[in-house]
């Protein structure tokens, strides 16, 4: 196994990991790592982008961005496997809490992450999540009703409170996500994932921004042919769970 799925050591831990999955956006990726660090300027925190074998220079670029950003990580896929496994290797590497994801095309502003960060470290450990609801979409007339319609069927069929599954700005406590079944496109599951789990989610309405480089890696037919094969995953991982109640241990751990 590689290193980079460990936590690397440091004398300072940082509270908050922000962890950006990217595939050919050499037009995007350094950009929106600058603005990562202006929105948590003077907080504690890292960034790790995860390199999902991009064919572009997105590698070499963010590579040379690391001596200006000293809380930047970049860490590189050998084989491309999909947003929601560089997500998991982002999480998995990440030494903070409290894990913010955004989508690495750049289309999620980070100056709203601060905000979703603050209600989640407000609000009671029950709530493990915080999505990003958005406002304004910025995206064609086709791809906000399809959007649309698939959530509300999402939404229907699975009984999770999310509006928007697909924003890719998302805080969550890395504690609860590690306790969540892995499956592939789960990074578009996670409320009904938390939900499952016995965790509440929160949502704040967010921004959106235009794509300016590179171009979407999926398509309407592409996302439907995913999805009806997920939510009846999901489905059935919701029908096959036994919850215990309250665990409670009696006795002292060893020291």
Known sequence: MSG??????????????VVVPVHDEAGAAVTLARDIATAFAGRSYEMLFVDDASRDDTLSLLQGAIKDMPQLRVL???????????????????????IVTLDGDGQNPPHDAPR???????????????????AKRQDSAAKRRASLWANRIRKNLLKDDADDTGCGL??????????????????????????REGYRNLYLDVDHRHRETGRSKYTNWGRLKASVWDMLGVIWLQARLRSPGKVTEYGAPDA
């Open 116 to 134: 979703l960060v603050d209600l989640l470290q407000a609000s009671p450990e029950d709530v493990t999540l915080v999505g990003g609801r958005r």
């Open 76 to 98: 590189a896929h050998g084989t491309n496997a999909g947003q929601s496994r560089a997500v998991r290797t982002g999480v998995l590497a990440a030494r903070g809490g409290i």
């Open 170 to 195: 998302k805080v969550f406590r890395r504690e609860a996500y590690l306790r969540l079944p892995y499956f592939d496109h789960m990074h578009r599951y996670l409320p009904a994932l938390m939900i």
């Open 4 to 17: 980079i799925l460990k936590p690397v050591s440091s004398s300072e831990t940082p509270d908050i990991s």
